[in-house]
């Protein structure tokens, strides 16, 4: 049987970095969509990027083919050119010898990701992409509850 295919949009927001923020996801499965959304008091963009991603992932019962789209250069590039599996090979190092950034949700997702046939898509954010949009305004809304 073939993997189902869902889309998967989301995104992250931060007032102040650390400060309050917030993430949305919305997941796209043939006219069904689910949207998720959560916050924490303290905490930073990047952190709040990655959250999505892995909730997102985390709703998934199966393993399906994944259109992940976000806004987060660092999120997608960081997959998709393999950034992140070379930083885990070294210890959670970068290749300039700083410390990777939050080693603890990449690894939660590249964990998540195994399961999957993933492809990545860098939207840019606050271009009127309906679905960027509607995580843009669940993520500030997550992010208000702590601020």
Known sequence: MPKKTVTIYTDGACSGNPGPGGWGAVLIYKETEKRLSGGEAKTTNNRM???????????LKEPCIVELYSDSKYVIDALEKGWAYGWRKKGWV?????????PDLWETLLDLIKNHEMHYHWVKGHANNKYN???DAMAVAEREKFA
């Open 94 to 102: 970068k290749s300039d010898k700083k410390p990777a950034l939050n």
């Open 133 to 135: 949009e509607i995580c």
């Open 49 to 59: 990027e990655l959250t999505g991603v892995i909730s997102a992932l985390q709703a």
